[in-house]
């Protein structure tokens, strides 16, 4: 046997391997295992799923390992994908915007935890808090815990290189040599300009809160370098007191301070003990995007691949800017269709900005909420008002001008927004806290459940069908095999033939016809039959 021709043997086994590895990981599933997809779809979807990898499985085992079926290997990846699809056991959902806008303590609200001395986020006073990604799960426990996730070995080094490079530093210098520059970079900060090469070969001014935050995070990785391992290291059962320390960002000047550990973490599992939100719902909280300091907004991206439903929170009175970035990162993960994925949360409504004397050619206030998020591609049926300031909220209703002035507002936008007067009524019950529960436990939910059910519905009949051809493949393959030796030497030869002449054709029938002329007769075939 040729080297080439071991190899090709080899590379055919190690397939067949590959295959029946992959047919035995889909495994067969049972109702219990698939929580989120709806009741009235579980049963048929989850037969057809199982229906398909029986069908792959006696693929895997049955067919000759010279010859492998073309596309088998793309079926399984996609019956791959559809049970990951219906096993997911839960959805997240994400609070993003710029620092200060209302992200945490509207999460504390949601949770009906805020003022209890219990809130999961800390919420902020005039400077950016939240540190780190905090995922909250509802637990059956009595007791909220913690669950630390440092950073993988590849995940710190990608950290470390973006920052390095947000400096103005070479990614090959070492620790050691960047944490001597940085003390005399700070302290003349004012005599000149920092600058740095951008992805696009643009020079541009480094931010001092970066290079403050690279000396933090240098420092930090030398003091509990240990945590950094090929796998992510979670710590388990930190006592809930104790979230301060892994989740907000240190008091300043950064650079200034010994190293801690939420500069080594990806994420903060916080696991909740309460009935407000279902267990298949994972809450978000990620980092406010500082116009100061890049890593929020780098710790945050990272994350946008993975949520299901996002809801970007700005100001009442500052709804640009930071924001429209946010959408535009969301809108490049996503794509340009944002219905039903992402939500705008006008915060701070106590603060609203109803002018007394405005005139009638002004736009107001919710015509240019409208505008902003529908030039941004989010539907103004997708725009949600709250306050955490309720009594504020109410004592500016109390201000006939102001009562007055909003009314007149509402009904000029109204002929656009049809919507806007619902959307904004739900405020006086409950600060609109309520409505955006509603909508991230019950409506989303459904929404994704739906979509899963659509994704596995329109897929497994092709797979099926796709599989039971390749069977029956199989059994012209089997039936093929017992003729006699001549024929299936024939039908080699044919199959095998990288061009085939008119003569060959007509060679190789004749030669076809004698065989089975001479097999046939002998069983007694008719020969108008063979005809």
Not at 42 to 71: C, F, K, T, W
Not at 293 to 301: E, G, K, Q, R
Request: include cysteine; glycine fraction near 6%; charged fraction near 25%.
């Amino acid at each position: 046997t040729s080297a080439v021709e071991r190899a090709l043997i080899l590379s055919w086994t190690n397939n067949k391997r590959r295959l029946l590895g992959m047919t035995a990981d889909l495994g067969f599933l049972v109702e219990e295992a698939c929580p989120l997809v709806p009741t009235e779809w579980r049963s048929r979807l989850i037969h057809q799923y199982n229906l398909a990898v029986e069908m792959a499985q006696a693929i895997g085992r049955s067919y000759p390992e010279d010859r492998l079926p073309e596309g088998l290997s793309k079926i399984l990846s996609e019956l791959a994908r559809i049970k990951e699809s219906l096993t997911r056991r839960s959805y997240c959902v994400g609070f993003l915007g710029p620092f200060q806008a209302g992200k945490s303590s509207t999460f504390n609200n949601v949770l009906n935890a805020a003022g209890s001395g219990l809130e999961p986020a800390r919420v902020g006073h005039g400077f950016p808090t939240t540190a780190v990604i905090t995922r909250l799960v509802r637990t059956t426990g009595e007791e909220h815990r913690l669950r630390p996730v440092f950073l993988s070995s590849s995940e710190y080094d990608e950290k470390r290189r973006f920052l390095i490079e947000l400096a103005g530093f070479a990614s090959e210098q070492r620790d050691e040599v960047i944490l001597q520059k940085i003390p005399a970079i700070l302290r003349d900060w004012n005599k000149g300009v920092r600058t740095r090469i951008d992805s696009s070969g643009n020079e541009v001014p480094v931010r001092r809160r970066d290079v403050e935050y690279l000396a933090l995070f240098l420092k930090s990785y030398a003091r509990h370098k240990s945590r950094i391992m090929p796998t992510r290291m979670v710590l388990d059962d930190v006592p809930f007191s104790d979230r301060a320390k892994y989740l907000q960002h240190p008091p300043d000047p950064w650079d200034q301070q010994d190293g801690i550990i939420t500069p080594l973490l990806r994420e903060v599992i916080i696991e909740f003990h309460t009935d407000i939100i279902p267990d298949t719902l994972e809450l978000l909280d990620l980092p406010g995007y500082d116009g100061d300091c890049s890593v929020d907004a780098f710790l945050t991206d990272q994350f946008l691949k993975t949520l299901q439903a996002s809801f970007v929170f700005c100001r009442a009175t500052d709804f640009g800017g930071i924001v429209e970035t946010i959408v535009s990162n969301l809108r490049h993960v996503l794509g340009n269709d944002l219905r039903g994925r992402v939500w705008l949360v006008i915060t701070r409504c106590d603060d609203i900005n109803i002018h007394e004397f405005q005139s009638i050619n002004d736009r107001n206030i919710f015509e240019q909420i409208r505008l902003f998020a529908e030039s941004k591609g989010i539907p103004s049926s997708q725009v949600l008002f709250v306050t955490n300031d309720l009594a504020g909220f109410r004592g500016r209703l109390d201000q006939g001008w102001f009562q007055e002035q909003l009314e007149k507002s509402l009904r000029a936008a109204s002929e656009r927004w049809p919507g806007l007067k619902n959307q904004w009524n739900s405020l006086t019950e409950d600060g609109g806290i309520g409505a955006l529960r509603q909508l991230i436990t019950k409506q989303v939910a459904d929404q994704i459940s739906d979509s899963i059910a659509r994704f596995a519905a329109e897929r497994l009949p092709n797979l099926c069908d796709r599989l039971f051809a390749h069977l029956r493949q199989l059994a012209d393959e089997k039936l093929l095999g017992e003729l006699p030796e001549r024929i299936t030497a024939w039908r080699t030869q044919l199959l095998q033939a990288t061009a085939i002449k008119p003569a060959d054709f007509r060679r190789l029938s004749e030669q076809l016809f004698s065989d089975l002329l001479e097999k046939w007769t002998a069983a007694g075939v008719q020969a108008d039959i063979l005809d």
